[in-house]
């Protein structure tokens, strides 16, 4: 395919899940968020964190603070996951875009 060709169909395929495959073989999923004249930017799913996990990161079961709610009382809820992260991908190195189910 031709690079705006495959500029139209990005475009077409804004804010949807997506499968896209590059001429190295590799193979993304996830939801089109952008596209520019050199790059289509994915929003790519995390895999589940659960609050084990956290606690790597984040001392005392997941809070930044070492007691509940500190520094603002009655708070307390520690930080949400982050669920997708963005991955950049060339155009040029584009080799397929397809639909996926979104479950």
Excluded at 35 to 45: E, F, G, I, K, Q
Excluded at 48 to 72: K, S, V
């Amino acid at each position: 395919m031709k690079h705006p060709e495959i500029h139209e169909i990005c475009k077409k395929h804004m804010y949807r899940y997506v499968s896209v495959t590059m001429t190295n073989g590799a193979v993304y999923d996830g939801i089109v968020e952008n596209v520019d004249d050199d790059n289509l930017y994915l929003a790519v799913p995390i895999g589940g964190m659960d609050h084990e996990q956290m606690r790597a990161f984040l001392p005392y079961g997941g809070y930044p603070y070492p007691y509940y709610g500190y520094p603002y009382p009655g708070y307390g809820y520690g930080f949400g996951r982050r669920r997708f992260a963005r991955q950049v991908l060339p155009l040029a190195g584009l080799l397929a875009l397809s639909l996926l189910p979104y479950y």
